[in-house]
Nanobody, 126 residues
Framework: QVQLVESGGGLVQAGGSLRLSCAAS????????MGWFRQAPGKEREFVAA????????YYADSVKGRFTISRDNAKNTVYLQMNSLKPEDTAVYYC???????????????????WGQGTQVTVSS
């Protein structure tokens, strides 16, 4: 298990960019696949992006593909979510998640991840 802390959220205008960071406290961060999820008011938590332990494979929700980029720096125990061309519908609390093998359950399912951060608010104005 790892402990995760998100940062980088804030208020931006539509069309702008924002980079979220997730710092992990565990010594075995490099062995974990990482994911980003988001939850808007009145909606269920939804998958945004995921990256394999090596960083060699990435996956995105159709709604963010081409606009968001997930990456990781294992030397810094940190995963990032670069968000470009932001839209008002991107407004949500964004959560970082980690698991040794979310692929077994399905990386789009929040239940596949065993460790979660506290979330960071992203608000996109029109």
């Amino acid at each position: 298990q790892v402990q995760l802390v998100e940062s980088g959220g804030g208020l931006v205008q539509a069309g702008g960019s924002l980079r979220l960071s997730c710092a992990a406290s565990g010594r075995t961060f490099s062995t974990y696949a990482m994911g980003w999820f988001r939850q808007a008011p009145g909606k269920e938590r939804e998958f945004v992006a995921a990256v394999s332990w090596s960083g060699g494979s990435t996956y995105y929700a159709d709604s963010v593909k081409g606009r968001f980029t997930i990456s990781r720096d294992n030397a810094k125990n940190t995963v990032y979510l670069q968000m470009n061309s932001l839209k008002p519908e991107d407004t949500a609390v964004y959560y970082c998640a980690a698991d040794r093998n979310p692929w077994e359950t399905g990386y789009r399912d929040p239940a596949a991840f065993g460790s979660w951060g506290q979330g960071t608010q992203v608000t996109v104005s029109s």
